[in-house]
T-cell receptor, first 114, second 115 residues
Framework: AQTVTQSQPEMSVQEAETVTLSCTYDTSESDYYLFWYKQPPSRQMILVIRQEAYKQQNATENRFSVNFQKAAKSFSLKISDSQLGDAAMYFC???????????FGTGTSLTVIP | GAVVSQHPSWVICKSGTSVKIECRSLDFQATTMFWYRQFPKQSLMLMAT?????????EQGVEKDKFLINHASLTLSTLTVTSAHPEDSSFYICSAMSASNQPQHFGDGTRLSIL
């Protein structure tokens, strides 16, 4: 079974600084999707960024970028110029190309210090 | 785009009653919808996957008769918690997907409190 591991239950970052959230996953598939979702205190899940496994180029979305290391099965999220509104739980998720089910990590709680 | 509306956002009811939660995709057709349960400070736990017009697929350990799911149209899925008890109190989140190569879009969640 696929598993997604987020080894950092909590992280903190100074406002305007950069922080990296780690995520590793286990799969025998070669084609799949990876996602980072953000869940602020309002509890709504918001898609931050996605990566297709067949793409070597790391996905970027404004201040958010990923470091996708397929061989190492690693998918870390980098947040640059952190803002107070970035404070939230961040969930890494995996989905097979041929399936619908998402596998979520246990989440990382990010605190942004003013 | 890709807005998913979930209603109600918060419901409090007495033990033994049934509660229906609606999940609507407002600007796209959702071929697949998902229902999750989330306990405080924990990750999302998938309860079931529903495809329009067919029976939902439940995850192991989730009671089908307890959590009734209906996905009658491409824009609406409902979760009914039947004969709810205090242990059913939780945060329930739905998500919808338009196609298999698209991300899931989540509703705002429903906080269910059973007294």
């Amino acid at each position: 079974a696929q598993t997604v591991t987020q080894s950092q239950p909590e992280m903190s970052v100074q406002e305007a600084e950069t922080v990296t959230l780690s995520c590793t996953y286990d799969t025998s598939e070669s084609d799949y999707y990876l996602f980072w979702y953000k869940q602020p205190p309002s509890r709504q899940m918001i898609l931050v960024i996605r990566q297709e496994a067949y793409k070597q180029q790391n996905a970027t979305e404004n201040r958010f970028s990923v470091n996708f290391q397929k061989a190492a099965k690693s998918f870390s999220l980098k947040i640059s110029d952190s803002q107070l509104g970035d404070a939230a739980m961040y969930f890494c998720a995996y989905r097979e190309n041929t399936g619908n089910q998402f596998y979520f990590g246990t989440g990382t709680s990010l605190t942004v210090i003013p | 785009g890709a807005v998913v509306s979930q209603h109600p956002s918060w419901v409090i009811c007495k033990s033994g009653t049934s509660v229906k939660i609606e999940c609507r995709s407002l600007d796209f057709q959702a071929t697949t919808m998902f229902w999750y349960r989330q306990f405080p400070k924990q990750s999302l736990m998938l309860m079931a996957t529903s495809n329009e017009g067919s029976k939902a697929t439940y995850e192991q350990g989730v009671e089908k008769d307890k959590f009734l799911i209906n996905h009658a149209s491409l824009t609406l899925s409902t979760l009914t918690v039947t004969s709810a008890h205090p242990e059913d109190s939780s945060f329930y989140i739905c998500s919808a997907m338009s196609a298999s190569n698209q991300p899931q879009h989540f509703g705002d969640g429903t906080r269910l409190s059973i007294l």
